[in-house]
């Protein structure tokens, strides 16, 4: 699916991802009370925040994982929050990428099969899929792994396959939620070196929710979200 499958709409050349007034409750806990952010094209943004405060769930309204109650999610130019569930599945398949906080990575597969499945989910070439496995391998100093299964591996390798899996489709947005939350310091900071390296060789943009500043520090801009909404830095009076 390209851009120009979304609906079409008026917009001049604006940022890449934009979240505007989002609202969404669970149950009776509101998660977000009118949350807004813009992302351009290329930036890495550190969303901040204390726990429970919706970072996750702003991460995941941006990522079209679920809509929002109430509010707009745009990406390059369309509505995301519009588009069918079978839509933004495909959607997300081919154009974004995921790191969460443990790797989710499967368990039954090994370190190679885990980081062609999103290149299989999309129908390429098993061959070439495996080749460009590999070539993530090397780029993640993962040489000579792709063959383990992935709980033979340490917790910095699992995360930096998942790092792998998640920009082996080279997607126009990677989110990371809490990417480095399951690692010590020192591995945390060589897997946010080998991703904010690859993102910026790639020219991905990059959502990435921490609550540590030597994470947030990877990032070109830092925001804050507290009781839902992203309170700093303010919004500028209609928007970017
Ligand atoms: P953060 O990522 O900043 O810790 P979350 O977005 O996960 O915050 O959660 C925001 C609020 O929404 C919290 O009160 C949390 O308990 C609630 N919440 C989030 N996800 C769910 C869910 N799946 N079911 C019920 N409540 C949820
Ligand atoms: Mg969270």
New binding site residues.
Partial sequence: MSAADLPAVPTAKGPLLRARDLH????S????RGAELSVDAGEIVAVM????????????CLAGIFPPDRGEVWFDGGRLDRLSESRRTELRRTSFGFVFQFGQLVPELTVADNIALPLLFNRDDRKDAYRRADEWLTRLELDGLGGRRTGELSGGQAQRVAIARALVIHPRVLFA??PTGSLDSLTGERAMDLLTDLARAEGTTVVL?T?DARVAAYADREVM?RD?LVTSPYPVEGGR
Avoid: I, N
């Fill in positions: 969404r409750s669970f149950g806990t509101p998660a977000l925040g204390p726990s429970g405060s919706g970072k996750s769930t702003l991460l995941h939620d809490e929710v609550h979200v839902g």
